[in-house]
């Protein structure tokens, strides 16, 4: 190992940079030509009426006009704004209790890791049927309670439009947490045993160990769960196509999927790109100063 | 390079060794039936029945025959086992005139996710790796704008793919699909390996300089041991995303690279006809192996605590 | 015994083999997966090999948001199949526009499509500027209301011969704990139903007036009324469903928990495959029994413009060979669906199938909203009726101002 990269004993400014700048071309390529150029290209065509193809006839804000007036538009917001937070809390929450659990050295470690994060393998055209059929009154588990003899016993998320993105939420929650505990545990694994004997030593309890010590040294991981989470809750499309197809009514509707139908199904590039810019917006407003201060300030290795 | 971050990593195994030995974080060991035992492995038992609970109807759903499905009762198990439903998804189910099944793009799934997998890995961890220890002007402008992209839908970017990919003529090969992956799965996994990098004791970073090795000697020797637990889970993102990806895979393809969810989406996705839910449910259970045992088997490096892998560089 | 069949069949299968080129291949792309249209393109395969080409087969299931950026990606990318299935009508129009579509006019010329072809209407979706660009293969209709025997049986009620019968019959149904009408979740199953009633209720000249002729006033006025009135009892009736895809629907109805389904008329695959036999199990009113009429949308193929001369020629025998009488009879029994020509005998069709075609042999027919309207439209259409089937709180009267907008802006 010392015969290695002599050159690089005291590296200079500039030897140093070459090499992360080359590791980092790819990156730059990605987010300037795909995300940047893509994205530009992107919000152009919003302001087009293209239809099938894009074509470069201008309307203004026609479609954005459009899309506020749209009733489903406001629907899918609104679930997006429940789905979201409710999904976010609880798969953190979730999430870290199942990572602490799997880490007091239990036994059957692998199988139940397993177990947790099977569903994130399957594909959920199917498991949301599954889904469906669990949560159907007439086959599900409302009708297996009532076998037992509670008659009044009602559980049909997905066929109450006042409850229904609930019912999404139980089995995104069911596909998601896996990954989140994964994560987490990793995490975990990445802590010095040290602190843990420290905290013993002190006399801490366990619980205050995690929130008070444990939880700040996982910064890392938790923002990048963060992003996972939340990323996937903006783009959530699959889940809802499986289990509702935006039902009852338009009641489960959610962003990314008026995006896809009317880009595919109605052949509105227009206006699927203007939905697309509008979600997008949203984001930037949101991660923009939040990067800016996780990212750009100052860290600890400069 | 051998001197001070293999002393401060062989204490860290020291620890490891100790932590196995001790047992649980907690404070005193315990006898099997202890009341902490009873609430660990009864709240992971009660939360394995959740997770298992739709995996149950798949499978039972599975070996039953359509008939049988048609009654309606999705727990019970079935009265008559039968494979036919499995045999069908795998080799029979037909996609248009080919009746061969899921075995039909089995290789292909294979050819297009393991270099998918593979280089988008290498370039993301060492990406991340640049963006935490290595940081130089610019650098989080870029980033900034890659986790913003990880929000965008990707159907969105379809049509602008297409045009790019076009222009470099790579259009329809499998390079073009290996870099697609790679694209989307960059903003993910950088940020994974940027905060995970970030966040490992910086002494042991310091000690390798001060031995004198540089970028690649303290990537290869010292954070990739280190970090088998974010690899593993850098591997399950993309491994399951690559694996049961079909749009990019036919979009961006010809069919004779396209991948088995291909088949997938033909056997359970068909518009009109009857749906065969039983072949539906085997042919799932089938594609979602390879990602399953690729957790199984690879789930075993998370075993490994952050100490015990340093100690190996 | 079984599990041995499968280890074989896992392993004869790994290996997969790559059909070796013989005569021209072409490419062809379709959205028919399901066994009786796998059975039924197999047929068109059939004959096209028999003319010394060859068919390779590019299927991808799920039509619109599915298969559709796929044909399209493909086209413009620059590496076209070539021939694809779309629902004929208004679905590629641009792609035609755009100079990416090959004009099949010759070859109709030559094999007097605009003779054989019934409906002429068909012909007339695939042409754009007096130019053909594609080839109908055949006719699926949507006016059809099914009904099971067993249901009204239980519940002491005549099957119905019409909507009014079965709205009126509909009491008796709920006393005995049936749905009376099955209705899925996907928002296509809502608009299409809701087509239906107008046709039947509000007949043939006001369905024109307010698809084709995109007349606002119609759809705002006194007779698109009664039809949402209509709409309103069948909301009323399909309360309880409680199911998603289609054939669940028709499930309910095959089981006798449900009375009836509106659908098109590939649901009676599913009653062919219950094991149920027309009139006696079940019950189909085309034009739910009030308005003989039915819609002739259906299926057709488009050949993107190929360099390769002679990909190209093998496009014109394609496109000759859909059109053929054996090819039309082979490929409609297998896909349950009517041919596009009507000089074809189909002594194997069934009873209902027979009506559709004594329907169709009248000249009872209307195009499809799939060829009036654009999707764009349809999709907008599809979101109100979605709503309104599932939403209680909103009245026939609000929900006829949002079609009559809808209908304004359509194009």
């Known amino acids: 190992m010392t015969g290695l990269t002599r050159g690089s004993v005291r590296p200079n400014q500039w030897l140093r940079n070459l090499n992360a700048k080359i590791a980092s071309i790819p990156m730059i390529l990605t987010a300037l030509v795909i995300f940047v150029g893509g994205t530009a290209w992107t919000v152009v065509y919003s302001f087009t009426n293209s239809k099938l193809l894009p074509r470069l006839k201008f309307v203004g804000l026609d479609q954005y006009e459009r899309l506020w007036e749209a009733p489903r538009w406001i629907i899918s917001i609104q679930n997006l704004a429940v789905f979201g937070f409710f999904s976010l809390i609880f798969s953190l929450v979730i999430g870290f209790v199942l990572a602490a659990l799997m880490d007091q050295k239990i036994r059957f470690e692998n199988t139940f890791r397993t177990i947790m994060l099977y569903p994130f393998a399957l594909s959920f055209i199917v498991t949301g049927l599954v889904w469906q059929w669990l949560l159907n009154p007439q086959y599900g588990i409302q009708s297996i309670v009532r076998s037992l003899g509670w008659e009044s016993f009602s559980f049909d998320p997905l066929y109450d439009s006042d409850i229904v993105i609930y019912g999404i939420l139980i089995a995104a929650l069911w596909q998601g947490t896996g990954l989140v505990m994964c994560l987490m545990l990793a995490g975990l694994r990445g802590i010095d045993e040290d602190i843990w004997k420290a905290a013993r030593v002190d006399g801490i309890p366990m619980w205050k160990t995690y929130v008070l010590i444990i939880i700040p040294m996982m910064r890392g991981v938790i923002i990048t769960t963060l992003v996972i989470i939340a990323s996937g809750i903006v783009k959530v499309y699959d889940l809802v196509v499986a289990q509702t197809s935006g039902g009852p009514g338009i009641a489960s509707e959610v962003p990314a999927k008026y995006v896809y139908d009317y880009m595919f199904l109605a052949q509105n590039l227009g206006q699927g790109f203007a939905a697309s810019t509008m979600m997008l917006l949203t984001v930037a407003i949101i991660i923009v100063p939040w990067a800016y201060l996780e990212f750009g300030g100052g860290r600890k290795r400069g | 390079m051998d001197n001070l971050a293999s002393k401060s990593a062989l204490k860290r195994h020291e620890a490891e060794d100790t932590r196995i030995k001790a047992g649980p974080r907690g404070s005193k060991p315990r006898s099997a039936l202890s009341r902490r035992n009873i609430i660990v492995y009864g709240t992971l038992i009660l939360v394995a029945v959740y997770y298992l609970l739709p995996l149950y109807v798949m499978i039972v759903t599975s070996l039953k025959g359509m008939p049988e499905i048609r009654v309606g009762n999705i727990f019970a198990p079935p009265l008559e086992i039968t494979f036919e439903p499995w045999v069908k998804a795998w080799a029979e189910a037909c996609t248009g005139l080919n009746c061969d099944g899921l075995s039909r793009g089995f290789w292909n799934s294979v050819r297009i996710t393991v270099p998918s997998v593979l280089i988008s890995i290498a370039v993301a961890s060492v990406n991340g790796y640049a963006l935490a220890n290595w940081r130089f002007k610019g650098a989080d402008l870029f980033f900034t704008i890659l986790i913003i992209g990880a929000f965008i839908p990707y159907q969105v970017m379809i049509y602008p793919i297409v045009i790019v990919l076009r222009e470099m003529g790579v259009y329809g090969t499998l390079t073009g699909l290996v870099i697609v992956h790679t694209i989307f799965g960059m903003p993910i996994l950088t940020l994974l390996f940027r905060n995970y990098f970030a966040g490992l004791p910086e002494e042991l970073f310091k000690a390798a300089r001060v031995d004198g090795a540089g970028f690649w000697t303290i990537y290869l020797k010292i954070m990739l041991p280190m970090s088998l637990p974010i690899f593993v889970v850098a591997m399950i993102l993309q491994v399951t995303g690559i694996w049961n990806d079909f749009l990019f895979g036919v979009v961006f393809t010809r069919p004779e690279y396209y991948p088995m969810t291909v088949q997938l989406n033909n056997i359970v996705n068909s518009v009109q006809g009857v749906k065969e839910y039983n072949v539906n449910m085997a042919a799932t259970i089938l594609t979602g192996l390879v990602p399953l045992t690729v957790y199984f088997v690879s789930g075993r490096l998370f075993v490994r605590g952050i100490a015990a892998g340093a100690v190996k560089g | ?411």
């Open chain 3, 1 to 411: 015994m079984k599990l041995r069949s499968l280890v074989g069949a896992l392993a004869a299968t790994v290996a997969l083999p790559l059909g070796v080129a013989g005569a021209t291949d072409l490419e062809v792309t379709h959205w028919w997966t399901s066994g009786g249209e796998a059975a039924a393109v197999a047929e068109l395969a059939k004959a096209f090999d028999a003319t010394g080409n060859k068919w390779v087969d590019g299927a991808i299931a799920g039509s619109g948001g599915t298969a559709r950026p796929i044909m399209i990606s493909r086209i413009t990318g620059g590496d076209p199949m070539g021939a694809t299935q779309f629902n004929h009508g208004r679905q590629a129009e641009e792609l035609v526009e755009a100079g990416l579509m090959r004009d099949l006019s010759e070859v109709a010329e030559r094999e007097k499509w605009r003779e054989i072809v019934k409906p002429s209407s068909l012909l007339d979706s695939c042409t754009i500027e007096g130019k053909i660009y594609c080839a109908p293969v055949n006719i699926h209709s949507w006016q059809w209301l099914w009904l099971s025997n067993a249901a009204f049986k239980q519940a002491g009620v005549e099957v119905p011969k019409n909507w009014d019968e079965f709205v009126a019959a509909a009491p008796a149904l709920e006393k005995a704990g049936i749905i009376p009408l099955a209705l899925g979740g996907q928002p296509w199953q809502a608009s299409g139903a809701f087509d239906v009633l107008m046709v039947a209720i509000a007949g043939k000249d006001v369905f024109e007036q307010v698809f084709a002729k995109k007349d606002a006033e119609v759809a705002a006025g006194p007779e698109i009324a009664k039809v949402f009135k209509a709409a309103d009892d069948a909301r009323r009736l399909s309360k309880g469903s409680n199911v998603q895809d289609w054939n669940q629907a028709t499930n309910l109805v095959i089981t006798g928990k449900a009375g009836g389904q509106i659908m098109g008329d590939w649901a009676q695959g599913e009653f062919q495959v219950a094991g149920q036999k027309a009139g006696e199990d079940y019950t189909c009113l085309p034009g739910l029994g009030v308005n003989e009429v039915i819609s002739t949308g259906g299926d057709a193929f488009y050949f993107p413009l190929i360099e390769d001369e002679e990909k190209s020629k093998a496009q014109e025998v394609l496109a000759s060979t859909l059109l053929k009488p054996e090819t039309q009879v082979a490929f409609n029994l297998k896909k349950g669906s009517l041919p596009v020509r009507g000089d074809v005998d189909l002594a194997a069709a069934n009873d209902c199938m027979k009506k559709g075609l004594d329907i169709l042999a009248k000249g009872n027919v209307i195009q499809g909203t799939d060829q009036l309207l654009s999707p764009d439209s349809q999709k907008q259409k599809e979101d109100l009726f979605s709503e309104f089937f599932a939403n209680p709180s909103m009245t026939p009267e609000d929900a006829q101002k949002r079609f009559a907008e809808i209908i304004a802006d359509a194009d």
